[in-house]
């Protein structure tokens, strides 16, 4: 049985990817270079890796009100994450990801999902009812 | 959510496709946080820099601008935050005749949709001051924390396009700090050392910040009540805190309305232990910045945009004497400020020391990569902790000291 996650209902569409989580949080102005697709602030931890069409799983979103706009122009561009899941998403990313149609959820019942799933997981996440399922691991 | 029969009539699209579009957004966003209604707003402020916008969101703005005009104006006053260029000094600062263009494509889609150009992000300040129990839609992180812990307004952080969508339908939904149970302390500071400059209260909100590190949290900051601090001290510190933290409301007992006593700052609940700061914490902030005797690029007053005060603190310190031909000097402020400052003579004196005096921009959110590298500018000195957060992530190696060790600095070409 692959391994379901229950979470608070979200947004966007429903998407299919590969994990990239990292025990750190998030913000499109402050770590990422938005042209390369890379983390670009030494600090984080997942400095100098790409984050395209991966799901992103993080504790938070920090600072940087630009980010609703910045995810939109990284949708249009098609050099977004493909999904973010966060602990707890702050309003900034969840305005952002409804304005770009980017699928975010967040609030999961069995903790953080920085220790639930694993880079490199194969993680299905329907929005509309609250559910991420790693396809790759069983129960 | 529940809603009104004129929101639900805009639901149906019965106000045209951009209000239908506006709260659309938010009930998709008020769904996420569990708001129970939408709330009336009395002003809306638009974070929406050409460099974050990008192409996409300036052509989807000036698609919002062809609408017929009774459906596309604004509802409430609706003002914007710092743009991504100052046409005044562009040049002078490398930015591209591209990057100028894109920024008068955005600002006649915003003036089509009847948006106050204010650019500033220290409106609190300059414009339109909060209210207490005054709810808003505001943009950019410093303001919100400003006006929700100083004036005891009520705001989250509303990125550009809920801001926007706030300002069409007059309401944001209700949730986080526009509501009571989100509004006490949850964690409290202890502070012993008493921060002596604009530099010291943005590294005490960087400490501050550091630990909180949640939008959810509302630290609760005490051992300032000797001496209040002043409208400036207080936006360095809570734009840094902002940043650093995510944080978007503080209380200080006896110094913020919300918070008379320790007792009203945690709604009556006992306070938890108190997390102490001392002088080794602040030395240990700046320590994380250091870099004495490195040459200096540029050195930046910016971040939040600084008062007619600060400027003329600037103008003090720089007067009479001279940049160093190896260092830019660069001082962003509001329009009004600027006006007043060309007016008091404050600009002519920090110009005609070699400094650019920049309005309507807040360094940061004006293509600070590019800058960097038009200019050829690595090392920067700042007296923003705000700043020296958001930059390491652009390619600088930022440096935080005082606003008189900054200018120390831009004079001798290398940071003492």
Redesign the interface.
């Known amino acids: 049985m692959p391994i379901a996650l229950k979470c608070?209902?979200?947004?966007g569409p429903a998407v299919t990817g590969t994990a990239l989580v990292a025990d750190d949080?998030f913000s499109t102005?402050?770590?990422?270079d938005r042209i390369e697709g890379t983390f670009?602030?030494?600090?984080h931890k997942l400095y100098g890796q790409s984050y395209l069409d991966k799901v992103l799983v993080l504790v938070?979103?920090?600072?940087?009100?630009?980010?609703?706009?910045?995810l939109?122009?990284m949708v249009?561009?098609g050099m977004a994450p493909k999904a973010i899941l966060f602990d707890?998403?702050?309003?900034?990313l969840?305005?952002?990801a409804?304005?770009a149609q980017l699928t975010m959820v967040d609030r999961f019942e069995a903790g953080s999902p920085t220790t639930l799933i694993r880079t490199g997981d194969e993680v299905a996440i329907d929005p509309a009812s609250g559910l991420v399922t790693i396809l790759n691991r069983d129960a | 959510m529940r809603l009104t029969d004129e929101e639900k009539a805009m639901l149906a699209g019965g106000q045209g496709p951009v209000r239908q579009w506006a709260i659309r957004?938010q009930v998709?966003?008020g769904?996420?946080?569990d708001a129970p209604d939408l709330v009336p707003v009395g002003q809306a402020h638009i974070?929406?820099?050409t460099?974050?916008?990008?192409?996409?969101?300036v052509a989807?703005l000036e698609g919002l601008a062809c609408s017929p005009e009774k459906e596309r104006r604004v509802a409430i006053p609706t003002i914007t935050?710092p743009r991504g260029l100052d046409f005044a000094s562009y040049k002078r600062l490398r930015q591209t005749d591209a990057m100028a263009d894109i920024e008068a494509r955005a600002i006649r889609a915003f003036e089509a949709l009847g948006v106050l150009m204010t650019n500033t992000c220290i409106n609190y300040q300059t414009i339109l001051p909060p209210v207490r129990g005054e709810h808003l839609a505001m943009?950019?992180?410093g303001v919100v924390i400003y006006s929700n812990s100083v004036m005891g307004a009520r705001s989250?952080?509303?990125?550009?396009?809920?801001a926007l969508a706030a300002g069409l339908t007059g309401r944001t939904p209700r949730?986080?700090y526009h509501l009571d149970q989100h509004r006490a302390g949850t964690m409290l500071f202890e502070v012993a050392h008493r921060p002596t400059d604009f530099a010291d209260w943005g590294a005490l909100g960087g400490i501050v910040g550091r630990v909180a590190?949640?939008?959810?949290q509302v630290p609760v900051v005490t051992g300032l009540e000797d001496r209040p601090p002043n409208s400036d001290e207080l936006k360095h510190f809570g734009a840094a805190l902002?940043?650093?933290?995510?944080v978007a409301l503080f209380h200080m007992p006896g110094l913020t309305p919300e918070a008379p006593a320790l007792s009203d700052a945690f709604a009556g609940r006992a306070a938890p232990a108190a997390v102490p700061i001392g002088k080794a914490d602040f030395d240990a902030f700046y320590r994380g910045y250091a870099a004495t005797g490195d040459k200096v690029d540029v050195v930046v007053f910016a971040a939040p945009q600084l008062s007619l005060i600060e400027m003329a603190e600037v103008a003090d310190l720089i007067a009479g004497r001279r940049v160093h031909e190896a260092t830019s000097l660069v001082v962003a402020t509001s329009p009004e400020i600027k006006f007043a400052a060309d007016r008091m003579g404050l600009t002519a004196r920090i110009e005609d020391a070699g400094g650019i005096v920049a309005a309507g921009v807040c360094f940061?959110?004006s293509y600070a990569r590019e800058m960097a590298e038009a200019n050829g500018w690595q090392r920067l000195l700042t007296n923003s902790a705000k700043l020296v957060?958001?930059l390491?992530?652009y390619?600088y190696k930022p440096t935080l000291a005082s606003m008189a060790r900054c200018i120390d600095s831009a004079v001798a070409g290398k940071v003492l």
């Open positions: 608070h209902k979200g947004l949080n102005r402050y770590d990422l670009s602030r030494p600090a938070t979103a920090k600072g940087g009100v630009a980010s609703a706009w910045m939109h122009e249009a561009r707890r998403a702050n309003t900034i969840a305005q952002g409804a304005f | 957004h998709a966003v769904e996420f946080f974070m929406a820099d460099e974050s916008l990008g192409e996409a969101g989807w935050d943009g950019d992180t989250n952080f509303e990125g550009g396009p809920s949730y986080g590190n949640s939008y959810w902002a940043s650093f933290g995510s940061y959110q957060n958001i390491a992530g390619g």
